[in-house]
DNA sequence: ACAAGTATGCACCTTTTAGTAAGTACTAAG
DNA sequence: CTTAGTACTTACTAAAAGGTGCATACTTGT
């Protein structure tokens, strides 16, 4: 007894397609695509900086190792996000700019940078929660 | 010379407040808190199904163990995004169900849905790609 | 000649994350 | 008494993700 809840809440937020050919849905889809420790950071950077070249990106995103950085912006480029351009010269010359896929997907982002930028406060004390938890954990 | 390309591109994607206290931004402070493979869908299920037990949200989300369904709840219970409901009743019974901070964050994650149901077929295309990639890979 | 910068590749190792399987305390059904 | 169901917990293991550091081929500056 008791089941049958139907009680859906007031805000529906519909816009996730259930049960598709290889994903839960398409958000599902999406965070496949972004999954990796930089890859957001790099759509965001390239949205907002324009074409630009594997040094300078490097520096941007700070703490990220060569290994990394090259690695996600393979996988970006070859899932179409991301174009790369080789100018052929010596010393090496690359940059990385985003395709309008690549923007498209980095406009689909905002939402959750402000998200998070307005609630900052709470994220942080959660965090700092988090850290204090595992306090000298070993 | 040649350096300071300051070629800003047409489409700026401005949102993202940079160097914060610990995030490199709001992007990064929100990804923080929905990482874990099965998180973004507990949210969403949330979102949708509202207060939900937890026999049934576990059917619900098909492939996940008890153990991560668990610790992923316990997460998002205590960075406040779930409200765990315990019945205190035996058998156990338990429900969860979005704060509204949680319903906020799954409607920032709206949009990520609807850019992977409009590109399903892209990124699709790409996931078959990888999968092949990889033949007989193990 | 030597150090530094350019963009990347590769091997090796550590950390993180996820999965499996079993166990707990208790009840109701058979 | 056995089985199933509820909501978890814990220990052990496997796999994925990420990090470190060295190597390349070539140029420019000291």
Redesign the interface.
């Given at each position: 007894m008791s089941s049958t809840?139907s009680?859906?809440?007031s805000?529906?937020?519909?816009?996730?397609?259930p049960t598709?050919?290889?994903?839960?849905?398409?958000?599902?889809?999406?965070?496949?695509?972004i999954a990796g420790k930089w890859k957001?950071?790099i759509l965001?950077f390239l949205?907002?900086?324009?074409?630009t070249r594997y040094g300078e990106l490097r520096r941007a995103?700070?703490d990220v190792s060569d290994k990394m950085l090259i690695q996600q912006l393979k996988e970006l480029e070859?899932?179409?996000l991301v174009k790369r351009t080789d100018y052929k010269e010596i010393p090496p010359r690359v940059d990385y700019s985003l395709t309008p896929?690549g923007?498209?997907?980095?406009?689909?982002?905002?939402?959750?940078?402000?998200?998070?930028?307005?609630?900052?406060d709470?994220?942080?004390r959660?965090?700092a929660?988090?850290e204090a938890g595992n306090g000298g954990g070993r």
């Open positions: 809840p009680k859906p809440i805000t529906p937020v519909q816009a996730c397609t598709l050919p290889g994903f839960t849905c398409g958000l599902d889809a999406t965070l496949r695509v957001p950071l965001y949205a907002q900086g324009g074409p995103v700070r070859a899932d179409g896929l923007l498209s997907l980095a406009e689909a982002l905002v939402p959750l940078c402000t998200w998070g930028t307005e609630n900052l709470e994220v942080t959660v965090f929660r988090r």
